[in-house]
């Protein structure tokens, strides 16, 4: 066959071309993901490049942070992070922390009746601060889902499992967001800041936003597990640094 426009077309890719794509292909879905989260998105075999390279997106945001932390120490010196390196700390952040923060945080995205009792109340145990008040969170939370349960079984109507079915699919972009902003949120208390800085807190916490979405779209896609192997890379990572630092 004469050269020409066919024998280009029909080059085959070489391994740099291929692996390029498939990083814009991911980046694409995810993207597409954040702008409308949905909970059909199927997960490959071929979990482990999808792995790395969402770690890798992680990394890359909390690298982009540095010159927003250099900018804070300037003109708003008030805003200081309260992390250190204490040996049962770390553990926490990397053992203890992935293993609740997803259970409360992403567990309940493929489940209406787990979003609407079991994740909020996990997210108030958490930031309960004492377990008195904990084990009253708890026991709130478990009358309602007690007398929710009752309610479908003798009092409501045969549709109401469905409807509701049918309007967490409706919401399920809220329900993703709303549950990345909450994980978002339990994180400012590793900083201190005074109430005059307290307006700059939702631009310091973007990176927790960010991979609060990425841990959830690897989750929607592979399962709870694999979120919680993804957070606790993430957080072995900035321990890491910590030590280094």
């Keep these: 066959m004469p050269g020409g426009i066919n024998d280009a077309v029909a080059k085959p890719l070489s391994e740099t071309q291929r692996t390029w794509n498939e990083i814009k292909h991911e980046i694409g879905l995810f993207a597409a993901f954040v702008r409308k989260p949905r909970r059909t998105l199927r997960g490959e075999k071929k979990w482990l490049s999808r792995f790395l390279l969402l770690w890798g997106m992680c990394l890359a945001v909390a690298i982009l942070q ?19 390196t204490d040996t049962r700390f770390m553990l926490m952040a990397v053992f203890i922390a992935p293993l609740l923060e997803e259970l409360a945080f992403r567990a309940g995205l493929r489940n209406a009746r ?11 145990v958490i930031r309960a601060g004492s377990a008195p008040l904990a084990l009253a969170v708890a ?11 009752l309610y479908r079984r003798h009092l409501a109507g045969p549709g109401l499992i469905m409807r509701r079915g049918r309007a967490f699919l409706r919401r399920y972009p809220l329900v993703v967001w709303t549950y990345a902003a909450a994980f978002a949120v339990i994180h400012i208390g590793n900083f201190e800041y005074s ?5 700059l807190m939702p631009l310091v916490l973007l990176p927790q936003l960010f991979c609060g979405l990425v841990f959830s779209y690897l989750r929607i896609r592979h399962g709870l597990l694999y979120s919680m192997l993804l957070h606790a890379a993430y957080n072995a990572s900035l321990c890491s640094v910590l030590l280094l630092g």
Excluded: C, M, R
Excluded at 70 to 82: R, V
Excluded at 139 to 149: S, T
Excluded at 195 to 199: H, L
């Design 66 to 84: 540095i010159p927003l932390e250099i900018g804070f120490e300037q003109f708003a010196p008030s805003i200081k992070y309260t992390l250190n």
């Design 114 to 124: 787990y979003t609407l009792f079991i994740g909020p109340a996990l997210f108030l």
């Design 139 to 149: 026991a709130g939370f478990a009358v309602v889902a007690l007398l929710d349960w």
């Design 195 to 199: 109430q005059q800085a307290a307006f």
